[in-house]
């Protein structure tokens, strides 16, 4: 049984502790939190949780490492640290910072001979798989990403922060006729606006100036201004009723040619249509884990990335099963 | 350079001479054939021709060689022999026989120090690893395998030899409402016959019976009788006209459930639209080439299937360029 355990516990944290109990050759050896841990209630009753200022304790009895913190200023303090004592994993998601993220870490999983693996997840993660695997296949064409349609945290947050609302949802929604576009083969310069549009739900106090709130979000830069943005104004008991889920998905879509004069079209499409983000994270995460623990009784250490992991890794199935029934 | 050579000159080894034009950092050797060189009419007038029995001379001036036999009776002899002196790659789709493939070619290989990949392509092959994915992330779940619309060559052959029929063209077509209850994650048990139809168009001789050709094909055990079968004949002008091409294509859908008690469902899925199915059959053979010869300069040899090859060995970037670009 690989022993698997989480540190820190969010939402991401709680996909974690589900998708070990999925898999049938692991098990959970419990929760690291900052948070004092008898106030941590956790999915399951049986789940132990630990204070992380114990954590090293406990360095002989974890496998691999869960890391469910958040990218912006978590992970690149706590991925290097426990690298040090740990097989390790986390979800980066910065995508600008991971070369520097990936030289932090590389460093500490180096010098203690385990493995710490880095920005695991959907994107980064599967689509950046499928952006590799579609360049790598078709090299004379281009590759699109699409997101959503799907609640953006960041961008729900920048709602919440202006003055008068009281709480809000974005969906990030990809625009038909760009997909239909890319599908079609013409490889098409598509803008920002053109891609996606981003769609928000906002509750507001009683005194708000809704036509105020609503300029502002659709003028926020970086967020808003670049995108076409429709603004619904809904009670909080909607907000409640229809918009408690955490959907997500997207698109990568490769477009490319072959032949002696590239006469021939070809189409490689890659979706996700979820209904937890969180959860499908980190059921990446978990067979990644899997991966990370095998790789290191290989004898393998360092910082490595999805593109670093042979399939066969992930699967608790042996190659001769592999073999004989998924190839 | 990479220098791949091409054993074996069909529609695959055009596909290979072709591709390998695409890849900066690859160029082509030649193409051996058992036909007398000076018969066979490349692709590009500047590609080279030798005959297959001497091979072995250039065994040192070939990196990687790209055996382009047909799964029935070439690979299962060429690829162990030449595995003996060459990095060889193939694309056996014997899915049945991939684990007796495997072992053979498996101790030619690792006798020799090469690496020998075997069945790759689209399916097995990209289809394979989507199939891998998407269980190990997805282990509480379902997969399903459609193929087409596309033509196939073994269906196309078996009408061929029909007594009166002068040509056949055979499309497998995955069916919609199949595919539709796949997509809403209801994980239904489908039949054979309510996967996929088989559309047939038929050139027979003008005093042909007609009527019994089209039961004798609609009724053909394991090619068509398991099947709903549609039968059009034609003239040989408009076999010409729309049937030329070698169109093909289908989905690897992955549909599962996360959360403490499944609550939350999940669809990932794969697809190929391909104007030229030996064309992109080809490109994947040559990025998998690049990786068989790398995974060779780092010492690694034995046999090899797309479940090893960690994704970064396929592309022509750089680990660095990757993780800044891609992931």
Redesign the interface.
Same mark, same amino acid.
Not at 128 to 133: A, E, F, G, I, T
Not at 135 to 140: G, Y
Not at 305 to 312: E, I, K, Q, R
């Given at each position: 049984m690989i022993k698997i355990a989480i540190a820190g516990y969010g939402n991401l944290g709680r996909?974690v502790e589900?998708?070990v /109990?999925?898999?049938s050759d692991m098990e959970l050896f419990g929760v690291f939190s900052r948070r004092a841990p008898e106030t941590v209630k956790t999915?399951?009753d049986s789940t132990k949780v630990y204070s992380m200022n114990d954590i090293l304790k406990y360095k002989d009895d974890i496998d691999v490492l869960v890391i469910c913190g958040g990218s912006a200023t978590d992970l690149p303090v706590q991925t290097p640290e426990l690298a040090k004592n740990f097989n390790v994993i986390d979800s980066f998601d910065t995508?600008a910072k #991971?070369?520097e993220h990936?030289a932090n870490v590389d460093a500490s999983a180096k010098e203690s001979g385990k493995i710490a693996m880095i920005?695991v997840g959907w994107d980064?993660g599967?689509f950046?798989?499928?952006?590799?695997?579609g360049? /790598?296949?078709?090299?004379?064409g281009k590759d699109y990403t699409f997101w959503g349609k799907g609640v953006s945290q960041g961008h729900s947050d920048a709602i919440r922060r202006i003055d008068g609302v009281l709480d809000a949802r974005q969906y990030t929604i990809p625009i038909e006729k760009a997909l239909s576009a890319v599908r079609s083969g013409l490889n098409p310069e598509l803008s920002t606006r053109e891609k996606h549009l981003r769609e928000c739900f906002v509750v507001v106090e009683d005194v708000a100036d809704k036509a105020k709130i609503e300029n502002e979000i659709k003028t926020m830069p970086n967020y808003f201004a670049d995108y076409d943005t429709i603004v619904h104004f809904i009670s909080m008991d909607e907000m409640k009723r229809d918009h408690s889920g955490i959907p997500h998905g997207g698109f990568v879509i490769r477009s490319g040619k !072959?032949? /002696?004069n590239g006469e021939?079209?070809?189409? #490689?499409?890659?979706?996700?249509?979820?209904?937890?983000n969180p959860?499908?994270t980190?059921?990446?995460l978990v067979?990644y884990a899997?991966a990370a623990y095998r790789m290191n009784k290989e004898g393998m250490s360092g910082c490595k !990335?999805?593109?670093?992991?042979?399939?066969?890794y992930?699967?608790?199935k042996t190659?001769?099963e592999?073999? /004989?029934h998924?190839?």
């Open positions: 996909g589900c998708s /109990a999925q898999n999915v399951f995508h #991971i070369p990936f920005s980064p599967m950046s798989l499928n952006r590799l695997y360049e /790598a296949v078709l090299p004379d !072959t032949g /002696a021939h079209s070809h189409l #490689i499409e890659y979706s996700l249509k979820l209904d937890s959860e499908f980190a059921s990446v067979c899997r !990335t999805v593109f670093d992991v042979a399939p066969a992930l699967s608790a190659p001769d592999l073999r /004989a998924l190839l």
